[in-house]
């Protein structure tokens, strides 16, 4: 036994009216007239949020320089590379054999011995 589920398609649109909800809004109130200005000036680009930026600071002036080394490729970003290492000077001759070809990738082979050699 099947159940066959008939498709039906309406078409009708139901326009529902709501009301504001809430207190009605006094537009002249000073809260109102704030807010309207707010948004007029947010519409310009004239608001202005947070704390305001004291240029002549020495945080203000750090970070103008370092804006100014990105800009010229001078910053560069990590910790500075110490060249008298131990760890730098065995990379350095790793990649200087490598450059020659007598760096030898993989793990070594292990070495055969003569047969005849019993180990101990």
Known sequence: MSKKK???VVNEVV????????RPVDPSSVR???IKDLEFKREQGLLKRGRPVEESSARQIRIKELEFKRENGELKLGRPVNEDSARQKRLKELNEKRELGLLKR????MEKGNDNEIAA
């Open 32 to 34: 109102q007239q704030r």
């Open 15 to 22: 326009v529902i009216e709501t009301k504001q909800k809430g």
């Open 106 to 109: 993989g793990r070594p082979k």
């Open 6 to 8: 008939e498709k039906v």
